[in-house]
Each structure stands twice: as C-alpha cells, then as structure tokens.
C-alpha cells in the first residue's frame, strides 16, 4: 500500500463477522470465554503444561470450522465484492483464525492471529496446510519429530503476525472500518487511534453493540454484520461512483 494514494481503506474484522456463519464470538454472554479459561487453552503457558488439552479444544473448533454448514456469509461476501470493485488499495485485517474471508473471495488479506487450518512446527518452523485433528503421534512432514505441531495460530503473550504490513497500511489510509469486534485485545484494539493520527482516516464501526473503542469512530453503525457490511459497501461504492 502506498501513502500518496488517496481513497485507500484498511477493515479490521472480528469475530462477530463470523457469528452470523455459526461461529462463537469470544466474549458475548455465549462466547467461547465464557466457557473456557483463555489461561488454560490459549497460552504458550497452557501448551507446555497440558498440550493435549489445548489441542483438543483447537480440534473442536477445526472441526466446527470445516463443517458444511459453516459458509461465508452476507458480510464476508460483501468485502470481497468491495475489493473487486474499489479501484485503489484495500486491505483486510482480520483477527479471526476461521477461513470465511478466502472462501468468499477476498484476497487482499492478512490473519493476524493466525489460521487455524495450518500447523506450525515448533522445532523447524515450517508451516502447512492441516485439516484434521492434531494428535501427539502425528509426526512434522518436515523434520519427522512427532509432538512438535501446534495450531498456526497466535496465543496471548505472542506478538501478532504481520504487524508490519498493517501499521504501514493504517498510516496510509483513507477510511479505516472495523467490523464485528469488541475491540478489547490489542493491538488490534489500537488501529483506530493509529489510522486516525493526523486526522488522516474517517473511522467507521459496524458492529452488532456499541464498544469501548466506540468514541474513536467518526461513523458507527449498529446491527448484525450480515446486514449492515452490504448496507455500507453499496452505500461506499454508491459514494464514490463518478
Ligand atoms: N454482527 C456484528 N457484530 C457482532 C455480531 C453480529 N452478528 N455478533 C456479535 N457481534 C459483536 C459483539 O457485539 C462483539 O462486540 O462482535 C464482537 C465480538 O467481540 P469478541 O468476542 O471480543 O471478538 P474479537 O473482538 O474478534 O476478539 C478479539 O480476542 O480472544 C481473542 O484471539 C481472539 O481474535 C480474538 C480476539
């Protein structure tokens, strides 16, 4: 992404893009926090002490992710046909570990916590493609240890991927829109204020509630993401038509 180019835009998506895809959300009353303790199945801590049980809960939600009722839904399908059709740079941040986003087409897009459909070798680093439940026997394709897999994904207390690409991205922006995330971890939680530095960026919410990051956007828009992501694009592309 380059900064001399006017009209560019960054999207930050979160788990409640997926929820309408019938995907937890992490810290709704139903939401996966709810039900397990994040220091138990989502730390480098949690894996050395009892990595079968941090696999096992990435497993299940390897298998919820491959179901065939899991389908992108409205509002993936709507970012897609947003870079399709918008003429200058756009990039998607997405902090979900699910494939929605690919699967409906989008291909300027970075996981910053990681896909869940990959493993990683934790002696040679090597990472690949992983569809099914991860078990102590299953040996590296690439150095044969087994043990050695865990999920391509990003615990708390490890420093997000691509950081980067998006910082250089948010400095750069036109308009930063962040949809479906309650805006609690960072440093997802800190592009708002890094794309509005300068008063560079106008700053929209699509969100189903306000959050505590709400005072930061120019613009909010409440509802469910399947609804109001196709409203705004149409509304966007509609704006911009010459
Ligand atoms: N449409 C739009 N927004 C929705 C919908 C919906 N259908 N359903 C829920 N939401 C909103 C919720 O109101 C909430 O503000 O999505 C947000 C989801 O927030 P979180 O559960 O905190 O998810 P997220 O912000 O993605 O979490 C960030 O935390 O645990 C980590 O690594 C995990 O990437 C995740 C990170």
Redesign the pocket.
């Known amino acids: 992404m380059t900064c001399d180019q006017i009209g560019s835009i960054v999207i930050l998506t ?4 997926s ?2 895809s019938g995907l937890s ?4 009353t139903d ?3 709810a039900k397990v303790r ?1 220091e138990d199945v ?1 730390t480098p801590e949690a894996f050395e002490k009892d990595p079968e049980r941090v696999q096992e809960f990435y497993n299940a939600r390897r298998r919820g992710f491959l179901s065939e009722s899991v389908q992108p839904n409205a ?1 993936h399908q709507a970012l897609a046909d947003l870079e399709r059709r918008w003429s200058k740079d756009l990039l998607v941040v997405t ?3 699910d494939d929605l986003h690919e699967r409906a087409g989008t291909r300027s897009l970075v996981h910053m ?1 990681g896909e869940l459909l990959k493993v990683r070798c934790a002696r040679t680093g090597q990472v690949y493609p992983w569809r099914r439940d991860v078990t102590p026997e299953d040996a590296c394709e690439c150095c044969g240890s087994t043990g050695t897999l865990r999920p391509n994904v ?1 615990w ?1 207390g490890e420093i997000p991927f691509d950081l980067d690409r998006i910082y250089a991205a948010l400095q750069c922006c036109s308009r930063f829109i962040a ?7 960072h440093p ?1 939680a800190g592009f708002v204020a890094e794309a509005r530095r300068g008063g560079r960026a106008r700053t929209v919410l ?4 306000a ?1 505590d990051t709400s005072p930061l956007f120019d613009e909010q828009v409440l ?4 609804r ?1 992501v196709p409203e705004y694009v149409e509304k966007l592309l509609a704006e911009n038509r010459d």
Do not use: M, Y
């Not at 959300?25 to 709704?28: E, G, P, S, V």
């Not at 949809?179 to 971890?185: A, E, K, L, P, R």
């Not at 509802?223 to 399947?226: I, L, N, R, V």
């Open positions: 979160g788990a409640g893009i929820k309408e959300t992490f810290r709704d939401g996966i926090w994040i989502a509002a902090q979900n570990i916590h990003v708390f949809i479906g995330t309650s805006g609690q971890v997802a699509l969100n189903a509630e959050t509802g469910p993401a399947s109001i």
